[in-house]
């Protein structure tokens, strides 16, 4: 059974940094591509950044230049490092895989229908 954990969540000031860890237990594809979403309360889930098996990135508008997502392949963990922090970027954020993807499609790859497996999420709150 295929499970995503994410960590790394927590609070921090506005300015601040965090980095968020996202593991894929269950299987290990050669290829795959991953997301990273996020949902704040009372709002729609967004994408906010994709990536492939090659480390094609795209990002969404709202945290290009402040977020960065990378692979660990081998170990089948997904990373985003998360600066320059707002208390806009409060939500609940998680992980996706859309296995057997050997290339992010954007504006498709940032669509939760793109993906079939989600974790559980992890809280990032930013004060100001």
């Known amino acids: 059974q295929v499970q995503l954990v994410e960590s790394g969540g927590g609070s921090v000031q506005s300015g601040g940094s965090l980095r968020l860890s996202c593991v894929v237990y269950g299987h290990a594809y050669f290829t795959n591509c991953m997301g990273w979403f996020r949902q704040a309360p009372g709002k729609e889930r967004e994408g906010v950044a994709t990536?492939?098996?090659?480390?094609?990135?795209s990002y969404a508008d709202s945290v290009k230049g402040r977020f960065t997502g990378s692979k660990d392949n081998a170990k089948n963990r997904l990373y985003l490092e998360m600066n320059s922090l707002k208390p806009e970027d409060t939500a609940m954020y998680y992980c996706?895989?859309?296995?057997?993807?050997?290339?992010?499609?954007?504006?498709?790859?940032?669509?939760?229908?793109?993906?079939?497996?989600w974790g559980q999420g992890a809280q990032v709150t930013v004060s100001s």
């Open positions: 996706a895989e859309r296995p057997r993807c050997a290339r992010i499609r954007p504006p498709s790859s940032l669509r939760e229908w793109w993906y079939n497996y």
């Open positions: 990536i492939d098996t090659d480390s094609r990135t």
